[in-house]
């Protein structure tokens, strides 16, 4: 009991420490709201794959989302941090709630790989930097734009996300399974084209449930 709650007390300690260089970046108008949630995206990820290394049981990370879930609706909706990180989260007053189901997919995750955490990793690394990188890429050097469910994007973040997926998947199968070349890149193509389908399809910020379960 005693070890869960300083876990839980280092894991509060480091994601106070994202939010404050989110809330100083976004504040002194270093980056601007959209490269502010994904490094935020970004590094909720990173410090949720710690979390095998410090919890053993299923209740702490199930109360740490419980509290950062309440913590992030409390940010989107009080006047007091209309800048900052609260900038960031309800950027253009936009109708996602990524953020809650980023945090809600990294719950299930791990709820579900209970008995086998390989399958936390590799869905949680395909959450953390596949749509991150595919939308800065995306903004920088997007040309070839479609239209989808949620509005425009480009062939370029597209494409982004669907080679990020597959180098997670590809990897994480040779490195931690034995799942020979051969399947494991048939698999790893098919989760790829699938997981960058549903990323070009959802809206308001479900890819961030559908893209991880899938991949589960």
Do not use: C
């Not at 609706?73 to 980023?102: P, V």
């Amino acid at each position: 009991k005693m070890k869960t709650l300083i876990f839980i007390l280092i894991i509060f300690l480091l994601y106070g420490l994202l939010f404050l260089v989110i809330d100083k970046l976004e504040k002194n108008g270093r980056a601007d709201s959209e490269l502010t949630r994904k490094l935020l995206h970004i590094g909720s990820g990173l410090i949720a794959l710690l979390f095998p290394l410090f919890f053993k049981s299923l209740t702490g990370v199930v109360y740490l989302g419980i509290f950062f879930i309440i913590l992030l609706l409390i940010l989107r909706n009080m006047e007091k941090f209309s800048g900052g990180i609260g900038k960031a989260l309800r950027k253009d007053e936009r109708q996602s709630r990524g953020d809650i189901y980023f945090i809600a997919s990294i719950v299930i995750l791990w709820v579900f790989s209970y008995s086998n955490r390989i399958l936390y990793y590799i869905p949680l690394l395909i959450l953390i930097f596949p749509d991150a990188l595919a939308a800065l890429g995306g903004m920088k050097f997007g040309k070839i734009k479609y239209k989808s469910v949620v509005g425009e994007k480009s062939v370029e973040g597209s494409s982004i996300f669907f080679i990020v997926t597959l180098v997670i998947t590809l990897g994480s199968l040779l490195l931690f399974t034995k799942t020979g070349l051969g399947l494991s890149m048939i698999i790893s193509l098919l989760m790829a084209f699938l997981s960058m389908i549903l990323e070009a399809i959802s809206w308001r910020g479900l890819d961030n449930i559908f893209v991880p379960v899938l991949s589960f």
